[in-house]
């Protein structure tokens, strides 16, 4: 990757005093706009955006946790611009009673038993410490459309097969957004639960870098470059091939941790294989 390409983090915003803050927001300056990462260091590891054009904001994937929504909504008064949309991708999130906008046949997903049981289960693991489910209207957007709010455009599309029916957007051109921001760790059950989550994923991290982006971000995780696209690349290829190999989880784990031994997040791997070696 050429590294003049990669957008410039213009700044590390402090939130409140060291002691105060819950969560971190990173700037980057994409010319034409404006890219807000807010990471929330919440249980989930949730990372909310906002998207500043030159009159107006765009929110991505709100905060669920009641002291990251008080953080972040302080943050996006600060910015002293209107909200021209909201988009709740694969987060309902604290958006409370404002409309918000997301992918075709989202809204009923989120009604429906696995995200619903999803967010019971939040309810009853977290308590108060959560919020309330919104109550705004919801209106969907077509896949393969792209939308202009706040002077960007917003091509809505899909994400990985074996995900959730959200969407990955391509933000201005040069933020390409999906559910798991690539990362240099090894990888979630949540995010590869079976042999065919891997070849999903796999597709999906090449359509993002044939997108033309520049800058790579998600609902867990944060923003990374393409260089971190094409290492997740190459993660999940390997794994897929000693996947062949290995009969036990036990020998996933060790002929994957021969392959990256300084990779964090070890306890995925562990996980990991046991879904995928049965």
Not at 109 to 124: D, I, L, P, R, W
Not at 210 to 223: D, E, K, P, R
Not at 247 to 252: A, D, F, I, M, R
Not at 263 to 278: Q, S
Request: aromatic share 10%.
């Amino acid at each position: 990757m050429n590294k003049n390409l990669f957008p410039v983090l213009m700044s590390v915003v402090a939130l409140g005093t060291p002691a105060q803050a819950k969560g971190k927001m990173e700037v980057y300056d994409l010319q034409r706009f404006k890219l807000h990462v807010y990471y929330t260091n919440d249980a989930l590891g949730d990372a909310s955006y906002i998207i500043e054009g030159n009159d107006s904001l765009v929110t991505l994937e709100q905060p669920l946790f009641r002291e990251n929504i008080a953080e972040y909504n302080a943050y996006l008064d600060s910015l002293n611009k209107p909200v021209a949309k909201r988009i709740a991708d694969y987060h309902v999130g604290g958006t409370d009673h404002h409309e918000i906008t997301m992918a075709e046949g989202m809204p009923a997903f989120t009604k429906g038993t696995v995200y619903g049981g999803m967010m019971q289960h939040f309810a009853e693991v977290f308590g108060d410490a959560i919020t309330d489910l919104p109550t705004g209207k919801q209106s969907e957007v077509a896949f393969d459309s792209t939308q202009q709010w706040a002077g960007i455009s917003f091509r809505f599309l899909h994400g990985a097969a074996t995900d959730f029916p959200g969407a990955s957007l391509l933000i201005g051109e040069k933020v390409y957004y999906t559910h798991w921001a690539p990362a240099k760790a090894h990888i979630s059950p949540l995010q590869v639960g079976s042999r065919e989550a891997i070849d999903a994923e796999i597709a999906e991290a090449e359509r993002s870098l044939q997108s033309g982006a520049v800058l790579f971000i998600g609902g867990h995780g944060g923003a990374a470059d393409a260089e971190t696209v094409h290492f997740k690349i190459q993660y999940l290829s390997t794994m897929k091939r000693l996947l062949s190999e290995c009969s036990t989880p036990e020998q996933l784990v060790a002929a994957m941790q021969q392959a990256y031994p300084d990779l964090p997040a070890a306890n995925n791997l562990t996980d990991l294989a046991k879904v995928l070696v049965k």
